[in-house]
């Protein structure tokens, strides 16, 4: 009787234990709370390259250089090409978001928008000159032409055996003049992370 | 205890055990499929495949089943989705590498078929060539490039995983799988599409050094003493500027399917025979292998070794599917052809790999079959002592029985990876395009597809087939 008693009280203590474990939680945190899961390229890398690069490519000669040479006016940039060459998928429209979000608040640069937006924003200018009114109308041909662009290429060197990789990202970005193809700045800022997985577990 | 008792006991724990011994490789999601194959009926494959999600695959195998998904997928030319399941299979397999105690102690016990699967190593690298392939298709070439990159990682890590020390065993193992010669030739054309040609040609030199330096893995399959070659001549780094290439990568045959070789351990007095013998269950009964292969009959003198039990043991062993091509050509608008030529012999590389992982699977299979044998016959003689002949000779059956019962062979693979990769290219004016593959048996004609293209001058497009006839 003790022994029926013993296993029936075992079955119920896994059946609450079952019950009362949820098998997902949810916490709501900071935005730029820096979590690493799973060891892979994730926001926090995009948004720490782009602060240090931009912190960089802002404090650096070219744009007093720049002013000097137009009569004190900003310059105007915009963010080219960013490859990815590494061996993990990266969103780097994310990446190139968070470059023109620093670049912009820097305030010592003007910014114009990219390839993509400036095609849907011409298509908006086209359609107005039928359907807007002429006060309304926005002007063809008054876009803001950039002086510069930033492009770059995100690379990794990845050295793993069981259990354990160790991953090195390098970011190299540059700044090119458009119209004479000088390079006035070049910018390269690396991360290493090491990543264990444990071979077993309950 | 009285003989009642004990004989009642001995039955329940057969019976219960024999239930647990379930635990074995079902394959029945696969019959019928080479005929549909054949016919290219791959939604058909796919519908059956998903109908036997819960029942022949299950949670366990969720690894098994995002592969044979994601490769139906992509023959059926929905690259996107193909994606979806190749990408859920690669991060379940990383997942999977961190095992689970109690699944492992369950093995122990029982069978490697406890275990979730967790893809073999030609899987989890040729998972990658087809993501990469995907991304081709949909014209993200930089994607591409990443899955290449990720198939150069898990090749780097590959050389370390199976260590061995001894110098003399090193040099009699398998070959080891150290680069891809069809990795290289994908990232060469990616290259090659970016105008990026420095980085296409010492892809081009790689393509040859992986041959030139594992000859053991580039066989053909239709002959395994012709080493695969390449002619580095006809794959020219640069696109000329006022000219196109069309570059064709061609799939032949279906990659290996695991066999159950059975070792079977029989007691003579005084003595162990062991024979082995592969379980064909296609050739419609077990085919002897006595003394052909490398397990002869081995008749070991052992004094006072009890009569009369009998055990088998299960070990997984590879098993190449021969394509049913030996020739693929290309025909551009009917016009100019080429022979493509043998890239990568895909089944040689699963081969390799698997010999390379089996051996500790081998020794702990052995071993947990050893201890179970010796369980069984110190349980019988016991029986035997306690209740007399009936429950003996009961004792016996019934543990050789659960014994033999729960040493059931891992024969979870992919049944949709190919055997062969072709390859080949041709230079061609910018424009609208027909080509035409064909494959051969020696000069008779078994398959041909034909695609139409458009391409621009001083780029390249990527041309890929499938034909999965296998010879029977």
């Given at each position: 009787m003790r022994r029926f008693l013993c296993v029936v009280f075992c079955i119920l203590a896994v059946i609450a234990v079952s019950c009362a474990t949820q098998s997902r939680k949810v916490t709501r945190t900071a935005a730029d709370e820096q979590i690493d899961l799973s060891g892979r390229w994730n926001d926090t890398d995009s948004r720490l390259v782009a602060e240090e690069m931009v912190r960089d490519v802002t404090t650096r000669p070219w744009i007093d250089d720049f002013q000097n040479a137009n009569e004190g006016r900003k310059p105007v940039v915009i963010v080219g090409r960013i490859r990815n060459k590494s061996s993990e998928h990266i969103a780097t429209d994310v990446f190139i978001k968070d470059l023109e979000r620093e670049l912009i608040n820097a305030g010592r640069v003007k910014f114009v928008a990219s390839k993509e937006q400036r095609a849907e924003l011409r298509a908006e200018k086209e359609d107005q000159q039928s359907n807007a009114s002429e006060e309304t109308a926005k002007r063809l041909a008054q876009e803001t032409g950039a002086d510069f662009m930033l492009q770059g290429v995100i690379s990794s060197v990845t050295d793993a055996v069981e259990g354990q990789k160790v991953v090195f990202y390098q970011v190299d970005l540059e700044l090119i003049n458009i119209e004479s193809n000088e390079k006035v700045w070049i910018g390269s800022k690396k991360i290493k992370k090491v990543v264990e997985q444990a071979k077993h577990k309950w | 205890m009285n003989k009642k008792g004990l004989l009642f006991k001995v039955i329940f724990a057969v019976s219960f055990f024999l239930l647990l011994a379930n635990c074995t490789t079902a394959?029945?999601?696969?019959?019928?499929?080479d005929e549909k194959l054949t016919r290219r009926d791959y939604h058909a494959v796919i519908a059956q495949i998903e109908a036997a999600?819960?029942?022949?695959?299950?949670e366990k195998n969720r690894v098994w089943y995002y592969l044979d998904l994601g490769m139906l997928y992509h023959y059926a030319g929905d690259y996107a989705k193909s994606n979806e399941y190749l990408t859920e299979a690669e991060n379940a397999i990383e997942e999977l590498y961190t095992e689970s105690i109690s699944r492992a102690a369950a093995s122990f016990v029982l069978n490697d078929n406890t275990k979730e699967y967790a893809g073999e190593d030609y899987e989890d690298i040729y998972t990658n060539v087809f993501k990469a392939l995907n991304y081709l298709a949909l014209g993200n070439n930089e994607a591409a490039g990443v899955e290449v990159r990720k198939v150069h990682v898990k090749l780097n890590k590959l050389e370390t995983k199976?260590?061995?020390?001894?110098e003399n065993v090193r040099k009699a193992a398998p070959p080891l799988f150290r680069s891809s010669a069809l990795a290289h030739y994908l990232s060469m054309q990616i290259y090659r599409m970016e105008k990026e040609w420095d980085e296409a040609e010492i892809d081009r030199k790689k393509i040859a050094a992986a041959m030139r330096g594992q000859r053991d893995l580039y066989?053909?399959?239709?002959?395994?003493e012709q080493a695969i070659e390449i002619d580095e001549g006809a794959l020219p780094t640069e696109i000329p500027p006022d000219r196109a290439i069309v570059s064709v990568v061609a799939f032949n045959g279906l990659g290996p399917e695991k066999v159950a070789r059975q070792i079977n351990v029989n007691t003579i007095a005084g003595f162990l025979s062991i024979s082995s013998r592969v379980d064909d269950k296609k050739s419609g009964a077990a085919a002897e292998i006595r003394g052909l292969f490398h397990y002869p009959d081995i008749l070991i003198p052992i004094p006072m070794m009890p009569p009369g039990y009998n055990f088998t043991v299960e070990l997984p062993e590879m098993r190449a599917k021969c394509p049913a091509a030996d020739r693929i050509r290309v025909v551009v608008d009917g016009r100019e052809e080429i022979e493509l030529f043998p890239i990568e012999n895909i089944t040689r590389v699963a081969e390799a790999t698997f010999a390379r992982k089996v051996a500790s699977a081998y020794a702990k299979t052995l071993l947990r079959a050893g201890a179970k044998f010796a369980a069984a016959i110190a349980a019988s003689e016991a029986a035997n002592r306690a209740g007399g002949g009936l429950v003996g000779a009961l004792t016996r059956f019934g543990t050789s029985t659960l014994a033999s019962a729960t040493?059931?062979?891992?024969?979870?693979?992919?049944?949709?990876?190919?055997?062969e990769a072709y390859a080949g290219e041709l230079t061609v004016d910018p424009g609208e395009h027909t080509v035409t593959i064909t494959y051969y048996r020696g000069f008779s004609e078994i398959f041909r597809e034909t695609k139409r293209i458009t391409i621009s001058a001083n780029s390249l497009a990527l041309v890929e087939a499938f034909y999965p006839g296998v010879q029977r």
């Open positions: - | 394959k029945g999601q696969y019959k019928g499929v999600k819960g029942k022949d695959y299950g199976y260590p061995i020390e001894e066989i053909r399959l239709a002959d395994p040493e059931k062979a891992d024969l979870r693979l992919s049944y949709f990876f190919p055997g």
